[in-house]
């Protein structure tokens, strides 16, 4: 069921967000969901139910005409007529339409040899898919049938173990399916888990980069009176303080790295990773909340030791010393916990503002549509934002030499992203996002 | 001879849809397995074939839509044919049994025409 839903979802992925394209889903599902329900009740696997289902769903570019998403429409399916289409200079017309504007038009035979070879390749499509399915099926049956020949008694987890993995593929099946039709990359639930996994890494890395700036000040400062030996180890330390920041930095960048296509490519989570990456954030919620108050409460009690030893007012100016570097440390990791935390929510959010959010594909969830930012251009700005405050504190620093006041850009920094966050991120209320992407029933569609 | 070709059924899918809901309401699954039984499992029409239908004919006021739940406690959207809708349907018939007649006056499985035919041709 979830791999037909999948399909479904990742077939209408590209389409805008729209009452009449969400009633056209929701109906196409009411049908589908009764068709296999009825074919499981006949005694079908799943595999043969998921496949016949997906055979007879029929073709996307049936629906442009009254769902009036004609543009829309993916190259993919425009440029494959239905099979009905192949011959009808009708449907030919507008199938065509688009590529006469890129290249000229040199004659019917040609048309006629596209039309029918994208048809082909639609057929292929599905009957490739149906077939997988089919001998897997069968497959699956030998094997099955020779491991009860073989023992007695089969391996209960084992045989779990493989009903899993033939599930993985036939979703693998459907969502390569949904993508051609579509044209879009989607991003898979399993992909969605090794970008997070990246994504935290590297704000981890980043947030412990950021601690080393801060403290770095501090042996400066400790050894400030000491002469020679303690001196030179103060300046020594400062400088691989603010050479491992930077190294993590560097490193925390580069992590990310290999998922570039993500936002090179057109994409939007599949309907499966979509859901995924909202249960993840749901999980890391409360830990992350933590994180960010712990952050806060200590970066506000940073002060108490500089207060405290100002106080007692002992006069050594060791334990002014002292006090300032406990007062850095603990303002280096309450802005590290805070950047974690926020780094951690950002990757998850990152993920679900891929695609279009005015398309099905990037508003199928609830969370999806409720990240972001409404203007492109701070959208564009934000991507960089860390990067850009490392870049504007090593310049500062350098430049100024003034590293006893330059840290103070972390923690302004994190305010200023918490303030540009709820000036202009994006919220639910935009008119046509009210509703779910799940399809049980219709619901509050519009009647033409 | 492999199966209906879609594209000359296409014109008649409203018919048969239309005369499915005749004397009474059908759902889309409904409707498209009495399509599949009706024709003896030689015409099975795809799912976005059907919607497109429904929602074309909505547009021209031939069926209207509502929901209601379903037996197993689901909402489902059902379909009621329209008045304008029967004449519709009735003026299809019409049509098919007219182009059934001209057109199998050109149809000949083995591929001879036939003496009449020629007969009519020779003395005009």
Redesign the interface.
Known sequence: METIRNYLMTMFASLPNTPQVRR?M???W???E??YT?LIEEGRTENEAIGTVIA?????D??A???GIRDYMPPAVRETP???GA??GETAGWAESSRMEREEYTGSAEYRGNGAHAEESGKDLFRGFRDRLRNRDRREQREQKEQREWSGRRNRSEDRVNQRASRRESRRASRRAGEQASGLYTVSADEAQEFLNAAWLAAYLRGLGVFFFIVSVAPVSLFDDASGVLELTGMVMFFLCIAAGIALMLISSGLLKPFKHLKRRKSCLDYAAARHVENMMESIRSSTMAQRTVGIILCVLSVVPVIGVDILSIGSRFLNALGMAFFLLMVGIGVMLIMLSAGRNGACKRLLRLGDPSTIGGSSTKAQRETGYIDPRVEDGMSVYWQTVTAIYLCWSFLTFQWGISWLIWPVAGVLKAWIDRRYGRRDDRPDGRRDGRL????DYE?? | MSGISSDVIRGYNDTMILYLLLDRPSYGYEISKMIRSLSGEKYVIKETTLYSAFTRMEKNGFIMSFSQLAENGKRRTYYRITESGRRYYRDKCEEWLLTQEVISKFISPKGQRSLTERDVTGSS
Request: aromatic share 4%; glycine share 6%; hydrophobic share 30%.
């Open positions: 056209a929701d109906e196409l009411q049908m589908m009764d068709k009825e007879e769903f029929g073709n996307l049936e629906l005409e009254p769902l239905t099979a009905e011959d009808s049980d029933g219709e619901e009647q033409e």
